[in-house]
């Protein structure tokens, strides 16, 4: 089993940074992939980056640029690094994960999962 855990969430103004961790509890397969998804009242969840056990990394066209996914050398954090964050990007913000390997463009176009966590609030005022 995996248990995944979200932090960094917040509130802040249009064009300002924050960065979301993911801390990964259990064994993730040698063949994986990691994401992040996000979710409004009024828009269904939506893959936003992913990065898979190949190094293959994919984001969402609207925030190719803006956002960054990374894991940490031991891989039990996952991260997403937001910039220029504009009131769109407003979601509750969650890690998911697969142990096997899914490409990381096909995992964040798919419902994500079967792992998640239980979200992180990120709001932007303009």
């Known amino acids: 089993q995996l248990r995944l855990v979200e932090s960094g969430g917040g509130s802040v103004q249009s064009g300002e940074s924050l960065t979301l961790s993911c801390a990964i509890y259990?064994?993730?397969?040698?063949?994986?992939?990691l994401g992040w998804f996000r979710e409004t009242p009024q828009q269904e969840r939506e893959g936003v980056a992913a990065?898979?056990?190949?190094?293959?990394?994919s984001y969402r066209p609207t925030v190719k640029g803006r956002f960054t996914i990374s894991l940490n050398n031991a891989k039990d954090t996952l991260y997403l690094q937001l910039s220029d964050l504009k009131p769109e990007d407003t979601a509750m913000y969650y890690c998911?994960?697969?142990?096997?390997?899914?490409?990381?463009?096909?995992?964040?176009?798919?419902?994500?999962?079967?792992?998640w966590g239980q979200g992180t609030q990120v709001t932007v005022s303009a």
């Open positions: 990065v898979d056990s190949d190094g293959s990394i």
């Open positions: 259990g064994i993730l397969h040698r063949r994986h992939v």
């Open positions: 998911a994960a697969e142990r096997s390997l899914v490409h990381s463009e096909r995992y964040i176009m798919g419902r994500g999962g079967p792992y």
